[in-house]
């Protein structure tokens, strides 16, 4: 039987006494003073041999790094408001700043050598090459020495720091919320299970409740974004001279500008798909127009709970069903006590994935409700989880996919669970339900997301004009009612939205990857349902890649474009047909 249990972190560190983490951080100082020297050693002749052990030196420290800060992290995920995981993620935080410096003379030196110096040094890298050349992408925008130590000490004690402060307030948050009578303080988790359930005033209700909370820190939750906003374009824009802001992260990802505007235009043009859509859904739960509060509604009264095990064997067996070696990859990260599905106070909210290093199974952080869509979040994470295990035999430096391609197998597990669940399900309400919920996660990964980044760009340029946090508010109003139209009427609790959102302050202009993996994923289940088992070599291999060549060339190797607008639109085409089938159930 699988519970909702705490995860076990015994395989970063095997207690959590303060002479393990002090051994731990010791262990590091010296992997760090270890590879420092290898600066008196570094010049264009060194030999193919001596960069070899110079890597394997530089992915050692990484490996214990990781271990370290890992720990920290999901410590301090575990519990947001234990003082000592606080204090941990600061000390980390200063440790890994002082790293940086100490060991920033490799990448200078990498990225100062012509490109037939390191040309040479490359060719016998196996899977490490990706990593090298990554590097000397952000040459043009790397700084001198000093500058640069400055600024690693400057990220750890401002912006972390700021993104440390805004999730300590944040995940203190409770919702009070009348349900049958009685007012209850919830978690934003348990809370938005009320957003999809079948009671329209309760969906308001909770909505209301999310908003007015978040909505009495809005100015400083605003300020504390306009900070780490400045920080950014001072920064990366005018110090390191990036094009724009979103810029460093396309390049982060390894993406053309180009590409990544290609995308978005083709998001913004097809707005019209999903407020079809969301007229439809009007009509089919008897309103004459969806509320913002309505968004994520039911279309059937069914309420549907799952116990936990039902849901975690459902994803195992929808992995199995693929791919035997997927099944096994998904159950051991169960086996390994690497996840935390309770819900509890001072939890972090939401779920994600966090993979490490080859050869240790991922963490898998979830809030578990146990509605259908929780289920869809257990085959999400877990899609991750096997991603990252199938890329094991990479280098540290290429493990990790790149944020564009890193919700390629979420996606498509979501995707083959619905399937499974529909090809189960006899009650033509819950079919119709689970098939709207599918278009609804469409809507929620490709135009939502899609439209914060829209916001993101505009939010950047705001912040530089010295708009207000009550402007700023006002305008994303705004732009709500613009991706919506006559199909959604859009309520002022809305307006504070923006600062519930943890991306917008930890990792900038993220959000667009999920567009990019759906859009991406909606193209591979196509050939998938065309091919049938030829399709699944292929569709491994993709995932085995990790981060180890660039989003362009592993998407080629299984016959994707992503400079093609033809492509990106073919992903509508494919929730266009989802719509046609909802239609054609009544």
Not at 356 to 384: C, K, M, Q, W
Request: proline share 4%; glycine share 4%; aromatic share 12%.
């Amino acid at each position: 039987m699988y519970t909702q249990s705490r995860w076990s972190l015994k395989a970063l560190l095997p207690d959590d006494s303060p002479a393990t983490i002090d051994a731990a951080f010791k262990t590091l100082e010296r992997r760090i003073k270890a590879f420092e020297r290898w600066r008196a050693k570094l010049k264009p002749s060194l030999s193919a041999k001596d960069f070899a052990q110079l890597l394997d030196a530089y992915e050692v420290m990484l490996r214990d790094a990781y271990r370290v800060s890992s720990y920290a992290s999901l410590r301090f995920a575990a519990d947001t408001q234990d003082q000592v995981a606080q204090s941990l993620r600061a000390r980390v935080n200063d440790v890994m700043a002082r790293a940086q410096n100490q060991t920033l003379f490799f990448s200078l030196w990498w990225k100062k050598l012509t490109d037939a110096q390191a040309a040479r040094l490359m060719r016998d890298t196996g899977s490490r090459r990706y990593f090298l050349e990554e590097m000397r992408h952000f040459r043009k925008h790397t700084l001198t020495e000093p500058e640069e130590k400055v600024l690693n000490l400057k990220n750890a004690n401002g912006p972390t720091a700021l993104e440390n402060l805004y999730e300590q307030i944040t995940n203190k948050y409770e919702f009070p919320i009348e349900i049958d009578g009685e007012t209850k303080q919830l978690t934003r988790d348990v809370l938005m299970v009320y957003a999809r359930h079948p009671d329209r005033e309760l969906r308001a209700r909770a909505y209301q409740s999310l908003y007015k909370v978040y909505g009495e820190d809005g100015p400083l939750l605003a300020s504390i974004y306009a900070a780490l906003v400045r920080d950014w374009r001072v920064e990366n824009v005018d110090l390191r001279k990036h094009r724009t802001p979103i810029s460093v992260r396309n390049l982060a990802n390894d993406l053309p500008d180009k590409v990544v505007d290609t995308l978005l235009r083709v998001i913004r043009k097809n707005r019209g798909l999903f407020q079809r859509y969301f007229k439809l859904k009007a009509n089919w739960l008897g309103v004459p127009k969806l509320r913002r509060y309505d968004l994520y509604a039911p279309l059937s009264k069914s309420d549907k709970e799952v116990p936990y095990n039902d849901a975690v064997e459902m994803v195992l067996s929808t992995f199995n069903e693929f791919s035997p070696k997927l099944g096994t990859l998904a159950r051991q990260v169960f086996d390994d006590g690497h996840v935390d599905a309770e819900i509890r106070a001072g939890k972090r909210g939401g779920a994600f994935c966090a993979s490490i290093f080859p050869g240790l199974s991922s963490y898998v952080l979830l809030n578990y409700g146990g509605r259908v869509r929780d289920v869809a979040t257990i085959a999400h994470e877990f899609g991750h989880a096997v991603h990252a295990l199938m890329a094991g035999q990479h280098s540290l430096m290429t493990f990790h996919s790149s944020l564009p391609m890193a919700e390629t197998a979420s996606v498509f597990s979501e995707m083959l669970l619905t399937e499974k669940l529909l090809a189960a399900e006899t009650d033509p309400d819950v079919r119709r339900d689970l098939l709207a919920a599918a278009i609804d996660d469409a809507y929620a990964t490709v135009g939502r997301q899609g439209y914060f980044a829209f916001w993101e760009q505009e939010a950047h340029e705001m912040v530089r004009q010295g708009k207000t946090p009550d402007e700023m508010a006002d305008r994303y109003l705004e732009t709500l009612r613009e991706q919506f139209e006559d199909s959604i009427e859009v309520n002022e609790d809305f307006k504070w939205e923006w600062v519930s959102i943890p991306h917008f302050y930890s990792t900038p202009f993220y959000v667009y990857a999920y567009a990019f993996g759906q859009l991406i994923t909606l193209g591979l289940y196509r050939m998938y349902k065309q091919e049938g088992e030829a399709f699944k070599p292929k569709f491994l291999k993709l995932l085995s890649y990790g981060g180890s060549e660039s989003p362009a060339k592993i998407c080629r190797s299984a016959g994707i474009d992503i400079t093609s607008e033809t492509f990106w639109q073919g992903g509508f085409d494919v929730i266009a047909d989802m719509i046609k089938q909802l239609e054609a159930l009544g």
